[in-house]
T-cell receptor, first 116, second 111 residues
Framework: AQSVTQPDIHITVSEGASLELRCNYS??????LFWYVQSPGQGLQLLLK??????LVQGIKGFEAEFKRSQSSFNLRKPSVHWSDAAEYFC??????????????FGQGTTLQVKP | DADVTQTPRNRITKTGKRIMLECSQT?????MYWYRQDPGLGLRLIYY???????NKGEISDGYSVSRQAQAKFSLSLESAIPNQTALYFC??????????FGQGTRLTVV
C-alpha cells in the first residue's frame, strides 16, 4: 500500500539556522511528490513538487527538496530559516499509482517552531 | 477572492445534528476532493468527484455523504454528527493527476 512517513512530528530550529524536514514514501511506481505548508489558521499552500527530471527541485520561499529514489525519500531543505517559516509541513505522494484520480496520500505532518 | 472557498470557516454543532459544509471553486477544475485533517494523522481523503455524475468514496467515507451540484460546487454532509468527527475539513480541486489546490478549511466541533 502507498504510504508517506514524516519521522519528525515536531522540530525546533533557531532563526537563521538551516532546516531539513524528512519524508519517506512507499509507492509502487515513480511517484509524484509534493510539499505543502500550513500556516496557523490557513489552508495548505504548495511549496514545491516533483514529477520527473532533475531530482533537486526549487520551490517558493527559498525551499528546495531532493528526490532520492534509492532511499525512497523527498526531504525538504532551507539554508536559513526565518521566523515566518513557523508552520506545519506536509509531504504528500500522488501520481500514476493513484489510478489517475489525483488523490494525494499525506504524511502525518511536521510542526516547525522557530526560536529567535 | 480565494480560488477555493469553504463555508463556514468554523462550526460548532451538537451530536446527532445534520450539518453541511460547502465548497466552491473558480479554478475551472473538474476534480474536487474533501479531506479531513486530524492531529498526528495528516490529511485523509473522504470523497472525491470528477464531475457532477461521478462521485467516489475515499478511505474514510463512513458517516459522510457528498453532493456535486455543479462543476464549481461540492458539498460534504454529516447526516448525524458524532464527536469523533470533530476535525479540520479541507476541500481541494485539481486539474488532473497533479497537485491539489486547497481551501482555507472548516473547523468543525461536535459536542
Amino acid at each position: 500500500a502507498q504510504s508517506v512517513t514524516q519521522p519528525d512530528i515536531h522540530i525546533t530550529v533557531s532563526e537563521g539556522a538551516s532546516l531539513e524536514l524528512r519524508c519517506n514514501y512507499s509507492y509502487g511506481a515513480t511517484p509524484y511528490l509534493f510539499w505543502y505548508v500550513q500556516s496557523p489558521g490557513q489552508g495548505l499552500q504548495l511549496l514545491l513538487k516533483y514529477f520527473s527530471g532533475d531530482t533537486l527541485v526549487q520551490g517558493i520561499k527559498g525551499f528546495e527538496a531532493e528526490f532520492k529514489r534509492s532511499q525512497s525519500s523527498f526531504n525538504l531543505r532551507k539554508p536559513s530559516v526565518h521566523w515566518s517559516d513557523a508552520a506545519e509541513y506536509f509531504c504528500a505522494v500522488g501520481g500514476p499509482f493513484s489510478s489517475n484520480t489525483g488523490k494525494l496520500i499525506f504524511g502525518q505532518g511536521t510542526t516547525l517552531q522557530v526560536k529567535p | 477572492d480565494a480560488d477555493v472557498t469553504q463555508t463556514p470557516r468554523n462550526r460548532i454543532t451538537k451530536t446527532g445534528k445534520r450539518i453541511m459544509l460547502e465548497c466552491s471553486q473558480t479554478k475551472g477544475h473538474d476534480r474536487m476532493y474533501w479531506y479531513r485533517q486530524d492531529p498526528g494523522l495528516g490529511l485523509r481523503l473522504i470523497y472525491y468527484s470528477f464531475d457532477v455524475k461521478d462521485i467516489n468514496k475515499g478511505e474514510i467515507s463512513d458517516g459522510y455523504s457528498v453532493s456535486r451540484q455543479a462543476q464549481a460546487k461540492f458539498s460534504l454532509s454529516l447526516e448525524s454528527a458524532i464527536p469523533n468527527q470533530t476535525a479540520l475539513y479541507f476541500c481541494a480541486t485539481s486539474p488532473g493527476n497533479t497537485e491539489a489546490f486547497f481551501g482555507q478549511g472548516t473547523r468543525l466541533t461536535v459536542v
